[in-house]
């Protein structure tokens, strides 16, 4: 016998536009809404953000920041920073022929004894020598070691964004060349990883509910009987084409000129016969 799925049904919850708060450095700023049906699916995630939509400022669109939920307060997510960098267009503008490029990636500790990751970039005035560099990138890596001793993450970014830790970085490396750019290009925790992130701001997508729809099951045996019927069908219409041409073949008929050919064969032979015995008496008499 056939059996019967059961039916089941998934109800799908309704979804809410939930707000996304800056840190307290930015004064708890709007960074966007996510739509979800819990706000708690939002905790750990990352929002990325342009710089001069905090600001306001035009020269700040250089600068991304992303920011990380870490606790939701009435339906609110509160955010950390966690990351500063600059666009990579902004950077090649700075990177000429007849000027050196010297980059670096370490690690520090700040004064909490976080991990943080700094990315230096330092653009010379002119061409500068392979030990003229090495010694850049020990300074640059010195200098932002005993720095970020005194202060917090949070307190280096909000120098960076103020252009006071580039000037401090500028006097110690004109020591050993001219410099003519000197910048953090990235700097953020070590410990994060930056795969889940939030869409804000999205219109969202009508979610529809799932039904399973019953689905009659078929037994293996019913199934058999059925395939040597089709096969019994099958061969009977071989058969009964075969009768037809069989018919079709019996039934051709054969043209008048033909059959007229076939009569004239035997006459001419009969003649043939005739003409011999006439020969034979004519010899004999």
């Known amino acids: 016998m056939a059996t019967k799925k059961k039916v089941t049904t998934t109800k799908v919850k309704k979804k809410k536009w939930y707000p996304i708060l800056a840190s307290k450095n930015?004064?708890?700023?709007?960074?966007?809404?996510?739509?979800?049906?819990?706000?708690?699916?939002?905790?750990?995630?990352?929002?990325?953000?342009?710089?001069?939509?905090?600001?306001?400022?035009?020269?700040?669109?250089?600068?991304?920041?992303?920011?990380?939920?870490?606790?939701?307060?009435?339906?609110?997510?509160?955010?950390?920073?966690?990351?500063?960098?600059?666009?990579?267009?902004?950077?090649?503008?700075?990177?000429?022929?007849?000027?050196?490029?010297?980059?670096?990636?370490?690690?520090?500790?700040?004064?909490?004894?976080?991990?943080?990751?700094?990315?230096?970039?330092?653009?010379?005035?002119?061409?500068?020598?392979?030990?003229?560099q090495t010694q850049l990138r020990k300074l640059v890596k010195d200098f932002t070691k005993k720095y970020l001793q005194k202060i917090t993450f949070d307190d280096f970014i909000a120098e960076l964004m103020k252009k006071m830790f580039q000037k401090n970085l500028r006097n110690v490396l004109k020591k050993v060349t001219p410099i003519k750019f000197a910048e953090i290009r990235s700097t953020y925790y070590e410990t994060e990883k930056f795969n889940k992130k939030v869409t804000i701001n999205e219109e969202p997508?009508?979610?529809?509910?799932?039904?399973?729809?019953?689905?009659?099951?078929?037994?293996?045996?019913?199934?058999?009987?059925?395939?040597?019927?089709?096969?019994?069908?099958?061969?009977?219409?071989?058969?009964?084409?075969?009768?037809?041409?069989?018919e079709v073949r019996e039934e051709t008929v054969v043209p008048k000129e033909t059959k007229e050919v076939k009569e004239e064969k035997p006459k001419e032979k009969e003649e043939v016969k005739e003409a011999k015995e006439t020969n034979e008496k004519d010899t004999k008499n």
């Open 26 to 132: 930015f004064n708890e700023q709007l960074l966007g809404e996510s739509y979800v049906s819990d706000p708690e699916q939002l905790s750990n995630k990352f929002v990325n953000i342009n710089l001069s939509t905090l600001t306001g400022n035009f020269r700040d669109q250089n600068l991304n920041l992303t920011f990380k939920v870490f606790s939701i307060v009435e339906s609110k997510a509160r955010t950390v920073l966690i990351r500063y960098t600059m666009l990579p267009s902004f950077l090649k503008r700075f990177v000429r022929r007849d000027k050196s490029k010297v980059t670096d990636s370490f690690i520090v500790k700040d004064k909490t004894g976080k991990r943080i990751r700094v990315k230096p970039l330092i653009i010379t005035h002119n061409l500068a020598a392979k030990s003229q």
């Open 205 to 246: 997508e009508e979610v529809p509910i799932l039904e399973v729809k019953e689905e009659k099951v078929v037994p293996e045996e019913v199934k058999e009987v059925k395939e040597t019927k089709e096969i019994k069908e099958e061969v009977k219409q071989e058969v009964k084409e075969t009768k037809e041409v069989k």
